[in-house]
């Protein structure tokens, strides 16, 4: 590549940051971000030219000699876009001219590939980054915090409040899948005006929230044990299985235990938990109500009902009533 084309590296850029550039690799197996930044770079291309032509290729069914072809001058002047899907399990023929590509990169080309992870075609993906070109970072979306920060940036974006205790509900009712997560804050952005709070997110997924673990887990932690009982046995009947519930039981008893061991510790930040401010928040006011012995209780009793769920018990979900049984009369001791 000649000089004047080299740019420095940008790699593990988000998706909502990218810009077109006669490359783009779009790497990662979170299948909803990579739907977005691949959206994005075709929008810019048609802005910058409204008759582009886009071409797209599957990896996988690539034969020599494809990408030369679309990518060689057009008799009618106009720009091209080449997107190719599915990197992951590209032919020999796509590693192949794709090398060769880079060495030459076209002026009125731009070209797009997503890469859904695995090695197959590293030494492609080293290429691009080593030529400097951008890469988008989809990586998946796992912890909750992240989650959370997922839907306050669509708020953002669409220039939208949103309260955090509204944010962890609705992270709590359909976090568990992306898609399901952004298609919820879409529907909250799309029928709602002005600042969407708990109450509102109760409207749409109010008896999504009520079954899921977490609800369990707050009424457990508050030391309702007959609510909690309730919550767990509809949560079940609905279709949610004792291993998340005492998934949802643990990672609350855990964000209580990091906050409670910065009781009298000067200097520790949020970010050295790893939580967000609200979860932070939410821990304290809980802990008010707890000892360190009950606290101790009450983890010795997920980390039982854990090993029941996950073959050592004969009844699974009897193991999560009991825990939170145990759970609800550890408040207070």
Known sequence: MPPSRRRSSAPGLTWDRVELAPVVLVRGSEGLLADRAVTRLLDQARTRDPGVEVTRFEAAAYESGQLEMVASPSLFGERRCVVVDGAEAMSEAFLTDGLTYLQ???????????????TRGKKLLDAVAAEGHPVVACDPIKRDNDKADFVRADFSRARRRIEPDAVQALVEATGADLRELASATDQLLSDTTGTVTAETVRQYYGGRVEATGFAVADAA?????????????????TGTGPV??????????????????????????VGELGLAPWQVDRARR??????????????????????????QGRDPVFAVERAVLRIAAARGR
Not at 104 to 118: C, E, M, Q
Not at 221 to 237: C, K, M
Not at 287 to 306: F, H, M, N, R, Y
């Open 104 to 118: 030459a990169v076209p002026d009125d080309v731009w070209l797009i590939i997503r890469h859904n992870g695995g």
């Open 286 to 311: 809980e802990l008010g109500s707890w000892t360190p012995e009950g606290l101790a209780d009450a983890i010795t009793a997920v980390a039982a009902a854990d090993a029941e769920v996950k073959g």
């Open 244 to 269: 998340p519930v005492v998934a949802a039981l643990a990672l609350k008893l855990r964000t209580m235990a990091k906050v409670a061991a910065t009781r009298g510790r000067s200097g520790v930040s």
């Open 221 to 237: 932690i508050a030391g309702n044990p007959g609510e909690a009982v309730a919550l767990l046995r509809h949560a079940v009947a």
